[in-house]
């Protein structure tokens, strides 16, 4: 008896088929694709009898709909819906064509499209990029439906872990990416990338990077995320809680010891810290228990210092002025003339809020004497490095009023 397969497949007539030439043949070979992924997807998620209600499917599970939505998601991606210029001149990369400016502050996001495609991305190229979207938004709603930084995420993940360093290095463009990324809600995808420099690998075989970079790229795009949810995100409850729990992140890191801790985290806090300065009514939305655990983090992170007692003074529900009166009595008049500028007038402010609250609460003998001891601090001369005529700081008409009251008009000009 002669014996029969089992397996009657027909012979191909090549193995290796040319590709598609035209746009006819692309749409055949795209319709052909299309129909055999559907059968397959028939076969596993057989579609109701009442499956389609005019071109829409009634099943939201249908082969149908998930081959729709998959054929979609790929046809989407720049590299199939962008067509790279054949003879790209020698410095396309940096945009300077009088044609490539034109289209950079029209149709940005395009421009990047394209630059992906041609795999010609450069730091460079996604900051001007990100600055001319920010040009042309009005509005956090704009920010969010334009998917910019959904765009410059699907290239981070698709490209090398050179191409992740150079992004996540650059401040220029973090600056303006973690403005889109909080208003499309990328937070995770934020915390992700601070993870993996924590841990010194942005992935793929080169993502590997050193301590230190690690550590002043982590510090640098954790203020960017700071100021981004503060000034488009939840407000500073909302960055205040992240910076906590991006904290404990670094805390439970096998890699975390104090120096890196410091390094990593301090000049986010003190951010924090600034703002809840000038802005005292995001201060006061922060729950009491959230801003004790901001402090025990900060008292840290800078024990003894000007920060930690500024966060203690800012409390919402409980100010304490005795970290200030303790950081006064053992700060040298030599010290506070080699700060600059910038440090001393916040340390003013900080004096005259703590003086506003002692009087507040009736404690005039410490107010007289932390008022002394700013005096012989800030004898109100200028500096050898400040301009002719300036004082130490800008004071309001209510932190003059308090200085007049305990007889330090003087120190203001």
């Known amino acids: 008896m002669k014996g029969t397969s089992i397996f009657q497949f027909k012979s191909w007539p090549k193995i290796h088929q040319p590709l598609p030439r035209t746009p006819r043949e692309s749409q055949q070979l795209l319709n052909a694709l299309t129909s055999s992924f559907r059968r397959q997807l028939d076969h596993a998620y057989p579609t109701s009898e009442s499956a389609h209600h005019g071109d829409r499917p009634a099943n939201a599970d249908s082969s149908t709909h998930a081959t729709n939505q998959h054929l979609q998601s790929i046809l989407e991606n720049p590299l199939f819906r962008i067509v790279p210029p054949k003879t790209p001149s020698p410095d396309h990369h940096a945009l300077r064509s009088i044609e490539d400016q034109r289209r950079l502050a029209e149709e940005p996001m395009v421009v990047f499209d394209e630059l992906v495609a041609s795999g010609s991305v450069t730091p460079s190229a996604i900051t001007s990029c990100l600055k001319s979207q920010l040009l042309r938004t009005r509005s956090r709603a704009d920010m969010k439906i334009s998917r910019t930084a959904a765009r410059i995420v ?9 191409s992740r360093q150079n992004l996540l290095r650059s401040r220029a463009s973090t600056t303006s990416l973690t403005k889109f990324m909080v208003t499309e809600g990328l937070h995770g995808t934020v915390i992700e990338w601070l993870r993996m420099l924590l841990s010194q690998d942005l992935g793929g075989p080169n993502g590997r990077i050193t301590e230190g970079l690690a550590r002043q790229t982590f510090s640098h795009f954790l203020i960017d995320f700071m100021d981004a949810e503060i000034r488009l995100g939840q407000g500073f409850s909302s960055a205040l809680d992240y910076y906590l729990r991006i904290c404990q992140m670094h805390a439970s890191a096998q890699s975390a010891h104090p120096a890196s801790r410091k390094a990593m985290l301090l000049a986010a806090g003190a951010h924090l810290s600034r703002v809840a300065m000038e802005q ?38 409980h100010p304490d002025t005795q970290p200030f009166l303790q950081f006064v009595e053992t700060l040298p008049s030599h010290k506070l003339q080699s700060w ?11 004096g005259v809020e703590a003086l506003r609250i002692l009087i507040e609460k009736n404690k005039i003998r410490d107010a007289t004497s932390l008022a002394q001891q700013i005096q012989q ?16 700081s800008h004071v309001s008409p209510e932190e003059e009023y308090l200085l007049n009251r305990l007889d330090l008009g003087h120190m203001v000009g």
């Open 154 to 162: 699907d290239w981070f993940w698709a490209s090398d872990g050179t």
């Open 280 to 317: 005292k009514t995001s201060i006061e939305q922060v729950s009491a228990a959230v801003y004790d655990q901001y402090r025990e983090t900060m008292s840290s992170l800078s024990p003894r210092s000007l920060l930690s007692a500024s966060v203690a003074l800012y409390h919402p529900t």
């Open 340 to 350: 600059n500028d910038a440090r001393r007038d916040a340390f003013f402010k900080i």
């Open 377 to 392: 601090l800030l004898p109100g001369k200028p500096t050898s490095t400040a301009p002719e005529g300036s004082r130490v």
